[in-house]
């Protein structure tokens, strides 16, 4: 089983409507989750971070499900700038910080 | 205030060779990591270096080294280069276990 998995789409959404991706993560001592975006040959950049609580900002909300290992990303009132590849990342866990990536899942937003 | 950077932006080297890629943190940050991704991939760790010590690793070869500096920047270093070590490798800052944010990438490609 790979250690962060995600549906690598593309997922094709008329702009406007709202997208949800889910990841699964294999290690439960994971202690730190986040969303990156990153544009084609462009560096990942840090989307947002992920809490038990469920965070939001602005049109974008996160959710973590531990007893699932499960983490979600929505999306509401999607733009054409929004047209991504969206990496779900986990870390920590034995005292391990390096980042753990998903392949990625690809969104494309149609006018 | 500048963010992550690298150096150089693009690389060809020839298959057996070695190369050395640097980069410089983010202001105030300590850790440095290293990831390799290939075409279509998520990022893939390489190491981590935090007060001038590697402090983990992925699962990637020997021929894979770095280096810390006093200044917190780091260099990544690759011997006897292989046709599959093309990618763009990315490096992030960090303070500890908190978000990485990533440089630009340096692209390389063996010929």
């Known amino acids: 089983r790979k250690e962060v998995e995600q549906d690598p789409g593309p997922f094709n959404v008329p702009e406007g409507a709202t997208v949800a991706f889910n990841c699964t993560y294999s290690?439960?001592?994971?202690?730190?989750f986040f969303w990156y975006r990153q544009d084609c040959r462009k560096e990942p950049k840090l989307l947002m971070s992920?809490?038990?609580s469920g965070n939001e900002d602005g049109r974008f909300t996160a959710q973590l499900n531990r007893a699932s290992q499960y983490i979600s990303l929505l999306i509401r009132d999607s733009k054409l700038s929004d047209s991504a590849t969206y990496l779900c990342?986990?870390?920590?866990?034995?005292?391990?910080?390096?980042?753990?990536f998903g392949k990625g899942t690809h969104l494309i937003i149609q006018p | 205030d500048a963010g992550v950077t690298q150096s150089p932006t693009h690389l060809i080297k020839t298959r057996g060779q070695q190369v050395t890629l640097r980069c410089s943190p983010k202001?105030?940050?300590?850790?440095v990591s290293w990831y390799q991704q290939a075409l279509g991939q998520g990022p893939q760790f390489i190491f981590q270096y935090y007060e001038e010590e590697e402090r983990q690793r992925g699962n990637f070869p020997d021929r894979f080294s770095g280096h810390q500096f006093p200044n917190y920047s780091s260099e990544l270093n690759v011997n006897a280069l292989l046709l599959g070590d093309s990618a763009l490798y990315l490096c992030?800052?960090?303070?500890?276990?908190?978000?990485?944010?990533f440089g630009q990438g340096t692209r390389l490609t063996v010929v």
């Open positions: 992920v809490y038990s």
């Open positions: 290690n439960s001592a994971s202690q730190s």
């Open positions: 202001s105030g940050h300590d850790t």
């Open positions: 990342v986990v870390a920590g866990g034995g005292g391990a910080d390096g980042l753990t």
């Open positions: 992030a800052s960090s303070l500890r276990r908190r978000e990485a944010f």
